[in-house]
């Protein structure tokens, strides 16, 4: 079984940044790849970005060039750095992970408000 806790989640102007963490503990294995999704209210849940076991990444057409995903094996923990954050950018920040198998595990997220 495995633990996924995101932090870093708050209230930020339109313009500022924030940098979102994922500490992952217990069956850390047979991972292929790590990623950030987002919900906002009375909408469905999309992907962000992902990163893959070899480093390879990936970002949704709506973030690219304003975040970036990072992963630090030694802690165990996932990064989305986001710049240049809009309204549009608040949601709950969910991280995941996928197994070689198929299967994917959540955390439980974490907030994201952008106003002024």
């Known amino acids: 079984q495995v633990q996924l806790v995101e932090s870093g989640g708050g209230l930020v102007q339109p313009g500022g940044s924030l940098k979102l963490s994922c500490a992952a503990s217990g069956s850390i294995f047979n991972i292929s790849a790590m990623g950030w999704y987002r919900q906002a209210p009375g909408k469905q849940r999309e992907l962000v970005a992902t990163?893959?076991?070899?480093?390879?990444?990936m970002y949704s057409d709506s973030v690219k060039g304003r975040f970036t995903i990072s992963r630090d094996n030694e802690k165990n923990t996932l990064y989305l750095q986001m710049n240049s954050l809009k309204p549009e950018d608040a949601a709950i920040y969910f991280c995941?992970?996928?197994?070689?198998?198929?299967?994917?595990?959540w955390g439980q997220g974490t907030q994201v408000f952008v106003s002024s």
């Open positions: 990163v893959t076991s070899g480093g390879s990444t």
């Open positions: 995941c992970l996928y197994r070689t198998w198929g299967q994917r595990n």
